[in-house]
Structure formats: C-alpha cells, structure tokens
C-alpha cells in the first residue's frame, strides 16, 4: 500500500515517458568507463518521479578476466510505506570471459 496525497492507494495508473542517456568510454586499452542515466517524469500524476543513474569501471587485466565496479543511485517519489525513496548501491568484482 502507497499513501499518496494523504489517501491510501494500491494501484496506479500513470503514463510515463523515459529519457536515457548512455555512455562508454574506452581509455587506454584496459580502462572502461560506462554511465547512464533514466529519468520517468509522470505526464498524468504530478509530483511523481522516478530516476536512476550509475556509473561503472571496469580494468581488463587480461582477454578473460577484468575487475568491475559500478555506483548505483535510484529515487523514486512514490513507494510503498516501508520502501526508501533515495537508494545507493556499490557493487565490485571480479568478471571472467569466457570464448571458443
């Protein structure tokens, strides 16, 4: 359940146009940089917006294997009750490529 507008609500009917931005970038011939950006601004409920933007790294230290790390931020301004609007996320590793 979502309180929205001070009234109890469980579903929604909202029509949302999507902006996305991408980008990846090679520096170098390790280096990775990959971002990106998606923004939904509600046309038929006003004041309800969502958007996430990460930015991610990423070093090949060989063919098959690269280190990875990405930042994740998300907002969104209707949740449910027990859900954050505002969420950051850090993830890392390691990736392994496997080829024929």
Known sequence: MV????????????????IRIY???????????NYEFIDQLSISA?????????MGLGYRLNTAISLQARLIYSHEDITAVEVKQ???????????????
């Open 3 to 18: 309180i929205y507008n001070d009234m109890p609500k469980t579903t929604f009917r909202i029509v949302r146009p999507t």
């Open 23 to 33: 980008g990846e970038h090679t520096m170098g011939t390790s280096l990775k940089l």
């Open 46 to 54: 006003q004041g309800n917006q969502r958007f996430l933007a990460y």
């Open 86 to 100: 505002d969420d950051w996320l850090l993830t890392y590793g390691i990736s392994f490529a496997l080829s024929k």
